[in-house]
């Protein structure tokens, strides 16, 4: 057995814990509805994808009708429009309380790409809902920290029933 | 429950005399909000309507080779849509004759069989049943050729779109459909020469309302401006002109089926370019407008095209050609719950960028995740609570232009009428007939 190489392990579960971070830090914006400070995160050009549920896998949302799949106008149209007094689905808001786990760095070139497991839980007017899934965020390293260029969040429910619909970031 | 048998006024389910009012001479149209909440008024719903006419099950285009199947649920029920081996388009339910379970399990796929897992019994994609185990074994009157898959009783297809009933009463297809035939063919006649085709992926969504609240909500012009505020502002924000507005009329078009048809400000990918598009998205749907008129001449290119239509094909299909297109289909699951499943259509064969251009359309109003539909949620799932009431407040007004000689304008409600009278009709005289035998 060779000895471990402690210099590529360590690193390795830096960027992961850096990654971590970000990701924890992501999710108490979302939760938190500061939504503007969230966009800060995310670059110009950034995009936003939810596949269908029926095409988890599906990677090309003009082959597929995914749910969502903002262009960056369009993610800061939805953003700029649940900050208004007339996005009636959120208001009142939701409250969401996200949990990630399973932290995974599937690549480093040419962007970091992290996968991460997530339950969101949303409660609202006497319903909870159980968003269950999988993101994936495509980093760019900023400063001491990343900024989005990609966020997928492939949800693996059979189908938004009974969920109904996705009014919050998710 | 009492039965007047002294007189031709209808008494429901629910033992009220009176649901619907409806007086041309004051324009008084109101509908009973029991309709929304009464348990036994959505069972005999489930018999008196849904299992007596027409129901979209689905796009030939979803099945296009030999082989292919979906399944999905009908009103509760597992059904299988097939392309057979002799290429037939087929409708089973899906449940196999020896003991109920399923013979296929999977989404879509493509094989020659369906085997039921349970006891190995074997079924062509055809129907027929082949074979089961231990043959020899079971008595002599059993005949296989006796228990092939069933069909629903009735299945016909117009212009792509399949259609089962589950009663062998209901008139043929086109004679149901009245008006809204025309209708669809302006969806269809999208293909200028070619095939139409489902979009991979499906929404399947849900609200927590009655189905019929899902129903007026997607031919209600009335709302638009209201509820979609934020919509409007976006496409706005990216340079779509808004001083068109929402310029058309609504449409009773004949047994329950309804439309709205009108021009509106929002991008159309077979008709209508806006600023924010690419220059080459402008450039093709320019050249596909031309080629409208080429193929179906100018004054049918200009209603198939140009006009944006909501689409109801009663009782649970909804048509939305808009910014993009949507086929809409709604599956009552219980008195205050509805799942939605939706589909995008396009003409086979779109390019990259006009397909692009159409998803976003979609997106941005349509969908569980649009800037649009998860308001029109959150509209109905508040009256579905304000029902809560109905002991207290009891009628719902839909006399929105009823009895004023105004136009039939987007934002009136004749076409919001013409679903309630077919209704109903279809509750009160079956109504009368199951529990007096009193036929009309």
């Known amino acids: 057995m060779s000895a471990l190489d402690t210099s590529v392990t360590t690193d390795r579960l830096l960027l992961r814990l ?76 939701s409250r969401t309380h996200r949990m990630i786990s399973n932290v995974r760095i599937a690549g480093v070139e040419p962007q970091i790409v992290a996968r991460s497991n997530f339950i969101v839980h949303r409660v609202r007017r006497g319903v909870t809902d159980c968003f269950t899934g999988t993101y994936e965020h495509h980093l760019r390293p900023e400063g001491d920290s990343f900024r989005i260029t990609e966020r997928w969040a492939i949800l693996q429910a059979e189908a938004l029933q009974p969920l109904g619909k996705i009014g919050f970031i998710l | 429950m009492s039965i007047d048998t002294t007189t031709d006024a209808p008494v429901f389910v629910s033992g009220r005399r009176q649901l619907l009012r409806d007086d041309p001479s004051t324009g008084d149209f109101a509908v009973h909000r029991s309709v929304f909440t009464d348990p036994a008024l959505y069972e005999a719903e489930r018999e008196l309507i849904f299992n007596r006419c027409w129901l979209y099950a689905g796009h030939v285009s979803e099945v296009p080779d030999v082989g292919d199947y979906v399944t999905r649920t009908l ?191 929002f991008g159309r990918t077979v008709a209508k370019t806006t600023a924010p598009m690419s220059d080459r998205a402008k450039e093709l749907i320019e050249a596909k407008r031309k080629l409208a008129d080429e193929v179906l001449g100018e004054e049918r290119a200009h209603l198939v095209a140009d006009r944006s239509k909501n689409i109801f094909v009663y009782p649970n299909l909804l048509i939305i050609d808009a910014a993009s297109l949507q086929v809409r289909v709604l599956e009552p699951v219980r008195t205050d719950y509805t799942d939605v499943n939706s589909w995008l259509l396009a003409p086979k064969g779109e390019d990259r960028e006009l397909r692009r251009q159409r998803i976003e359309g979609y997106q941005e109003f349509l969908g569980p995740g649009g800037l649009a539909t998860p308001d029109d949620c959150e509209a109905l799932e508040t009256c579905q609570l304000g029902f809560e009431s109905v002991r207290e407040v009891e009628w719902n007004l839909v006399n929105k232009g009823y009895g004023t000689g105004g136009p039939d304008a987007v934002d009136n409600e004749v076409q919001i009428r013409a679903f309630w009278r077919q209704w109903h009709t279809q509750m009160t005289r079956s109504t009368i007939a199951s529990n007096g035998g009193v036929s009309r």
């Open chain 2, 75 to 265: 009103l509760g029920r597992p059904v299988i849509l097939a392309r057979d081996r002799h290429g037939e388009l087929r409708v089973f339910f899906n449940t196999c004759r020896h003991r109920g379970a399923l013979v296929c399990r999977e989404a879509k796929g493509n094989d020659t069989m369906f085997t039921c897992f349970y006891h190995k019994w074997q079924y062509r994609n055809s129907g027929e049943l082949l074979g089961v185990p231990g043959k020899a074994t079971f008595p002599d009157s059993f005949d296989v050729g006796d228990f092939g898959l069933v069909s629903p009783a009735k299945v016909e297809v117009f212009r792509d779109f399949v259609f089962v009933s589950f009663s062998s009463d209901t008139p043929p297809l086109l004679d149901y459909l009245a008006g809204a035939a025309d209708f669809i063919e302006r969806v269809a006649d999208q293909d200028l020469g070619g095939e139409m085709e489902i979009v991979d992926g499906a929404h399947m969504y849900s609200m927590r309302c009655n189905w019929k609240l899902v129903v007026e909500n997607s031919i209600d012009g009335y709302h638009g401006f209201p509820v979609h505020a934020t919509y409007f502002q976006f496409i706005g924000s990216q340079g779509v002109d808004l001083s068109v507005g929402l310029d058309g009329v609504a449409r009773d078009l004949g047994n329950g089926h309804a439309c709205l048809d009108y021009l509106a400000p």
């Open chain 1, 18 to 93: 850096r990654v971590e971070e970000f990701l924890y830090e992501e999710a108490a914006l979302l939760d938190a509805w500061r939504l503007q400070d969230w966009l800060e995160l995310v670059d110009e050009g950034a995009r936003y994808y939810v596949p269908p549920t029926d095409r988890p896998d599906a990677r090309d949302s003009v082959e597929t009708a995914f749910i969502i799949s903002d262009r960056y106008e369009l993610l800061v149209g939805r953003v700029n429009r649940l900050e208004t007094d007339a996005a009636w689905v959120e208001r009142p808001r």
